[in-house]
């Protein structure tokens, strides 16, 4: 039986990694890097993990590494953060082009500059059109549940995409939770074995990553698209599965006292938990909140997101990466982009947050309720700033 | 097949074809011929990875495939870590016992640019990782198939788009990088200079990488007469030339000890090379008396690192 145990969550993590017996992890050891790979590097040495260890000599050989080594039909895995993230853009396009089930953890932290290495969701926001299926996690217990449900999900055959895991630098990464740490035969009942669709292979030689002209491009890239959508159905299976072998239920956004709310929050990842309290104290002086944890990002639940606001009159977004020069932050774009043809009187506030590593405290949710219930929406608000 | 096509019979070369005609080579490409030669010395049980380039663009145009074997392109500066990967991904498979142990050779082919500039980084970390595949640099001495950029394996005083010659300008105004020598300084156990003009020695030496363990390195020139702007049919001339003047000593460092594979009493005048490529049509005598002296230097140091390894007998 699983033990509850309190562990960091980056070891945690490593642990699901383990767990997944994956055959090749690459990483570049800083810019910046969690204990995630330090773990694991040490589990291959202990022999606990028996897989190939690579330390690359930068982020973006790091990637390149693991698509190597899932086009050579191993299971792959890699992590890293921030400006490792940045460094590794160009090759994550090619990689869910190239159908690759690459698992990436992503703790999320801001970019540079200036030099910060603190949390926000900055990163990951840059990674957004890469075509890679991505999970954010709230809490320790689900970084290590989404860990192994992303090699479910990537390397299901009717998917075949790269997935990336958003735990939030320091605020999870760094934090000892208590964690239902599955054991290995439990895992073996949800775990399958990696079967490459097209792996490299003298018998059988394949060309991968041809180029494409004006008169195929634009048909590589409806089938990726296809692809993400149609993953969706996978990530439902598996998540169902996932939740009857081990009772933890697992949907695309996550409500919480959300049935019957007049104003919603909508977080993602580890601050969802602090918008809970807040939640569960409004309620008590009488204010009909609720909240919204998007926990799948790509593709985008949007019709979940339109039915789960059909009651409330008020969506606060609460949102920890700007796009300068724009209107708000990346999910404001999306979440008004959702509703703009619908029927529906939706007042939508953008609210961006919590930038590199400022701390996101109950009272700034109520502040931000409390605001949204007096006043109109403006593009987007930038909070918590000194003037 | 002979392991010594120079010594043996031509004959005994393998027949199959791995990178097949219908290309989009142009006419007179010595990198065309240098895979072809390659793959040949390689034979069936090869992967190629390749960067982005000329023998990329050339060869997989989708949906259609020069290439017999498995292949695979990602990016520009990437393909030695690509390697890489696939190394370390059959060797935690075959612990695992998910993978037979038939050997499998892996050979990354870039080009100078994917190579010597964006690709240098990659391919510096595979070397010093020590994975066990060979990298070949197949050197047309600039960005050809993006319209003749000058890259840092371009010789001083050739022309290009981005060296122009002009009334101020002789052409490129540094001295082209010396890859070998950065490749054997990782300490890497086969390092060597080839060119198709000389297929036997191209076909030996990948053989002998390949029955190397370890990473393994050849930089070999192949003719371009787009960007150098010769005739097609004098590149097999202008191979030997190249070597003939000094201008490209063929060479091995096997395990650090350098072995010159071709050497001359007295090295041909580097005019006869230049003379028959319009990218250095502008240089002036002065021009090519400075090419001249570097090349005689380059060629006695080499020489003398020959020397010093046969009087100390270092093996």
Partial sequence: MAKREGIEISLAVAEAVKLADVDMVAAYPITPQTHIVEKLAEMVADGELKAAYINAESEHSAISLCLGSSIAGARTYTATSSQGLALMHEILYIASALRLPVVMTVVNRALSGPLNIWGDHSDVMGERDTGWIQFFAQNGQEAFDMTLQAFRVAEDHRVMLPVIVNIDGFTLSHVIEPIYILEQNEVNKFMKEFKPLNALDPRTPMTFGAFATPEYYIEAKKQLEQALFSSRKVITEVWNEFGKLYGRKYTPIEGYKANDANILLLTLGGIGETAQTAVDEMRDDGIKVGLLKLKLYRPFPI?????????????????????????????????????????????????ILGLGGRDVRVEDFKMMINHALKNKPKEYELIGVRE | MSEQFSVYVPKLINKQEDFVHGHRACQGCGLALAVRLILKAAGKNT???????????????????????????????????????????????????????????????????????????????????????????????????????????????????????????MGQITWKKNMAAIAAAHNIPYVATACPSYPFDLMEKVQTALKTQGPKYIHCLVQCPTGWGCATDLI????????????????????????LNMDFPKLRPVTDYLKFQSRFRHLKPADIAIIQKRVEQEWQALKQKVECFKKTGVK
């Fill in chain 2, 47 to 169: 992967i190629v990875v390749s960067p982005t380039g000329c023998l990329e663009i050339i060869s997989t145009p989708y949906p259609q495939s020069a290439w017999n074997l498995p292949w695979v392109h990602v990016a520009f500066e990437n393909a030695a870590a690509v390697a890489g990967g696939i190394e370390g991904a059959f060797k935690a498979l075959r612990a695992k016992n998910k993978k037979d142990n038939k050997k499998i050779n892996i050979i990354a082919i870039g080009g100078d640019g994917g190579t010597s500039d964006i690709g240098l980084q990659a391919l510096s970390g595979a070397f010093e990782r020590g994975h066990d595949f060979l990298y070949v640099c197949l050197d047309n001495e600039a960005y050809m198939n993006t319209g003749i950029q000058r890259s840092s394996s371009t010789p001083f005083g050739a022309s290009t788009t981005t060296s122009p010659s002009g009334a101020v300008s």
């Fill in chain 2, 236 to 259: 097999i001339r202008l191979g030997s030339l190249a070597v003939e003047t000094g201008i490209f000593p063929l060479y091995e460092v096997i395990n650090g000890k350098y072995k």
């Fill in chain 1, 303 to 351: 019709q979940e997101l339109r039915r789960m606001c059909k009651k409330a009159k008020t969506l606060v977004i609460a949102e920890r990466a700007m796009s300068i020069g724009g209107e708000g932050g990346p999910i404001g774009f999306e979440v008004r982009s959702a509703f703009y043809n619908e029927p529906t009187h939706l007042k939508i506030h953008d609210i």
